[in-house]
């Protein structure tokens, strides 16, 4: 399996820029530009997923819920993190991406990554610097409001 280095500059001015609200609303930033993020790749895989499996390309979404299962195998976020999941909740999204010894595998979930990955990122960027700017300005609106 190839690497993937992505290099990120800014993360010490948006922490600084996030840090300005409380963290409720800094982590409304981040899910609302994370979900946003994630629909050209849900998008993208529901495409590439087998139309006639189980339903499978139905189940592709983007969200913060993760079934019972897979909260026991994916480590617990610190409090203050944002997560969001690009996938399916369908088990037979696993045989289908990976394969089984029946037969080979059918991958839809890294494929969508790797086409929409860049239109991902971007859109995170540009996002993040929207909400930022809105939600000070709403601030801004509201201390002047109260006084």
């Known amino acids: 399996m190839a690497r993937t280095t992505v290099k990120i500059d800014g993360l010490r001015e948006l922490d600084a820029a996030l840090s300005e609200f409380k963290s409720v609303a800094a982590r409304r930033i981040g899910r609302r530009v994370l979900k946003e993020a994630g629909e050209p790749i849900a998008r ?3 495409q590439k997923a087998p139309k006639l499996e189980w ?3 139905e189940s592709i979404d ?3 819920k993760l079934t019972r299962r ?3 195998l994916h480590p617990r976020p610190p409090k203050t993190a944002v997560e969001m999941h690009v996938g399916t909740a369908n088990p037979a999204g696993v ?3 990976f394969g089984t010894s029946r037969h080979g595998p059918q991958p839809f979930m890294r494929p969508a990554w790797d086409e929409q990955k860049d239109m991902a990122l971007t ?3 540009n996002g993040l610097r929207v909400e930022i ?3 000070a300005e709403r601030a801004r609106r509201k201390a ?3 006084g």
């Open 62 to 64: 983007v969200g913060t």
């Open 133 to 135: 700017e809105k939600a």
């Open 55 to 57: 339903h499978l390309h």
């Open 70 to 72: 897979q909260r026991g």
């Open 144 to 146: 002047l409001k109260a």
């Open 44 to 46: 993208s895989a529901r």
């Open 95 to 97: 045989t289908q991406e």
């Open 123 to 125: 859109i995170i960027v």
